[in-house]
């Protein structure tokens, strides 16, 4: 199936850093891809929808300045937490969609492994 | 807005069935996954339903009843490995997803 690598797994920032978070689809192109932040014991929270070549729409509530994403081709996405403050401490994880979903496989929506971030 | 419901846990012996139910109410619909996840990684795939009507895949059945806005995962011959949060996630282009359920298998 396909393939998302997402980098780094675990990083550990100073606050008022910035630290960017990688995501590439391996063996597929991804117009759209998506950005989670999951805090422990919660579910996955959307926070912006990346679009290959045009500006992130993001969910009410998340902040584009402080969470700056870029999708400059059809395989990587990024994400940067600006500023960086120990509440930004989370496990983010990023998806991307290869294919309009279809009856026969469903899955067409694959998850980066995830990245957890600290900020001390 | 988006709003989907499941329960917080359950718990279920090794060997038994346990069914997870999830219901929604969302501006749009374009099928619902089910993903299995473990502390500290990211989900994994389980089913998809975009169709009413049942889906087997070995151990593991979802149902969808898209008049109702409802569906289950019903896990079979519980495993201790199956001990995970299970999420039910409404696609409409993007994945709105629930808060999870914790599955505990006891032996």
């Known amino acids: 199936g396909a393939v998302v690598s997402q980098h780094p797994s675990r990083v550990i920032c100073k606050s008022g850093t910035s630290v960017k978070i990688e995501c590439r689809s391996l063996?597929?192109?991804?117009?759209?891809m998506f950005w989670y932040r999951q805090f422990p014991k919660q579910s996955l929270m959307l926070m912006a929808t990346?679009?290959?070549?045009?500006?992130?729409?993001?969910e009410q509530g998340v902040e584009k300045d402080k969470f700056l994403i870029n999708h400059a081709s059809l395989t990587l996405s990024t994400l940067t937490v600006t500023s960086a403050h120990p509440e930004d401490s989370s496990f983010y994880i990023c998806s991307a969609r290869d294919a309009p979903p279809d009856r026969a496989s469903g899955n067409t929506i694959y998850f980066g492994e995830g990245s957890w971030l600290t900020v001390v | 807005g988006q709003n989907i419901d499941q329960p917080t846990e359950m718990t279920a012996t090794e060997g038994a069935i346990v069914q997870i139910n999830c219901t929604y109410q969302t501006s749009g619909f374009n099928g619902l996954f089910w993903y299995q996840q473990h502390a500290g990684e990211a989900p994994t795939f389980l089913s998809y339903n975009v169709l009413d009507g049942l889906e087997e895949k070995g151990r593991f059945s979802s149902f969808l009843s898209r008049s109702k806005g409802y569906s289950y995962l019903l896990l079979k011959e519980l495993q201790m490995k199956d001990s995970a949060s299970y999420l039910c996630a409404v696609n409409d282009y993007k994945l709105s997803f629930g808060a999870g359920t914790t599955v505990t298998v006891r032996a």
């Open positions: 990346s679009n290959e070549g045009s500006k992130a729409t993001y």
């Open positions: 063996d597929f192109q991804a117009t759209t």
